[in-house]
Structure formats: structure tokens, C-alpha cells
């Protein structure tokens, strides 16, 4: 009675080390599986994100954030009167193009595709091919072509109707002027457009 009791226990030490090593081997088995399918769903969400045409919150026909990184100089003159985006209210509004560093004269695209029109729009600024709109303390001021004063365009010196659907170019150059200059006072601001620093 003393030997088959012993080989009973002996047996049942044996089951029970094959059925905890079984168990261990399916917990691993289990566990192995699980994180394989987590790697491929975030491996699949990453290449998915990566290569979509354009990202959620993307401004319209943008390429891929990071896609592109070119640097603009802008200057806005209104009756001569230069407009600031250096205030930290012009910093910043969007990943895609903005202004940065303090600096109010560089403008940084930071995807293909990404408008002038839509920079004004991140600024919370109106700018239309004939009016252009900034609130300040006074309130809303809007500067619109008429009769006397006008609003003109000049990229690389060259004037154009408009610049909203323009996508800026590494080094252009982008004049908004408001008033009535003459066309050498429009050169003068030309000529600091040119002398402005651009930022990289």
C-alpha cells in the first residue's frame, strides 16, 4: 500500500508539473499572440496616418505635415503704417504655416499645398482680394479698396490680383500695402521688403 501510494503521489506531482507547465505555455502563447496583434494594429495605424493624403485638421489640399519647410518674407504696410506679427497673437496658430520665434517677418510652411488665404484665416484676420480686416482696441478696422485708397499685392516685386490661393516659396518676398502710395513710395517698400532678414 506504501509503494502505490507513493507512485500515485509521484504521479500526481508529475501530471501536475506537466499541466502547469502546459498552463505557463498557453498564459505565453496567450500573451505572445495578444501583444503581436497590438504591434500589428499600431504598425498599421502609424503607415495608415503616415501616408494619408492629408491629416485630421488638415487647411484643404495640404500635403503631409512636414512634407515641406519654406520660409517667406512678408510685410504689411496699411496708410505706411506697418501691421506686427511679432505680438504673441500671430505666433503660432497652426503647425502647418505660421510665424514663430517673436519674429513677425517670417512666415514657415511646413507642408506642400498650404495657402496664403489659409495663414490669414489661422491669424483670425479677413483677407479678401479687396479688403483687409484685424480687430484692435478700437475695434473692428477694415481697409477696402474704394475710390481713394486701395489694396495691392506684390510677390517678388512683381504686383498680382491676389494672394490667397498662392502657396509662398522658399525665399519669395510678399508685400500687402493699403493707401494711395505712389509708385515710389510702393518701391520703398519693396526695397525693405528686400533688406528684411529671413528667418530659418
Not at 484643404?60 to 506686427?84: C, K, N, Q
Request: glycine share 8%; aromatic share 10%; hydrophobic share 35%.
Amino acid at each position: 500500500m506504501g509503494k502505490k501510494s507513493r507512485k500515485e503521489r509521484e504521479e500526481e506531482r508529475e501530471s501536475f508539473a506537466t499541466k502547469r507547465s502546459r498552463e505557463k505555455r498557453k498564459s505565453f502563447l496567450m500573451a505572445a499572440g495578444i501583444f503581436g496583434i497590438i504591434a500589428v494594429i499600431v504598425g498599421y495605424s502609424v503607415i495608415v496616418f503616415l501616408t494619408m493624403p492629408s491629416a485630421p485638421g488638415a487647411p484643404p489640399g495640404a500635403g503631409t505635415l512636414g512634407d515641406e519647410h519654406e520660409h517667406i518674407s512678408l510685410l504689411v504696410r496699411i496708410f505706411g503704417d506697418r501691421f506686427d506679427f511679432s505680438s504673441p497673437a500671430y505666433q503660432i496658430k497652426s503647425s502647418w504655416i505660421h510665424f514663430e520665434g517673436a519674429d513677425g517677418n517670417t512666415i514657415h510652411r511646413h507642408s506642400s499645398g498650404v495657402t496664403m488665404g489659409y495663414l490669414f484665416e489661422t491669424l483670425g484676420l479677413t483677407l479678401t482680394d479687396e479688403c483687409y480686416v484685424f480687430t484692435s482696441q478700437q475695434g473692428e478696422r477694415d481697409f477696402c479698396t474704394d475710390d481713394k485708397f486701395s489694396l495691392k499685392f506684390y510677390i517678388n516685386h512683381q504686383q498680382v490680383d491676389s494672394i490667397l490661393d498662392y502657396i509662398g516659396q522658399e525665399n519669395d518676398r510678399i508685400l500687402i500695402s493699403y493707401g494711395n502710395e505712389t509708385p515710389e513710395e510702393i518701391e520703398e517698400q519693396l526695397q525693405e521688403l528686400d533688406s528684411q532678414a529671413i528667418r530659418r
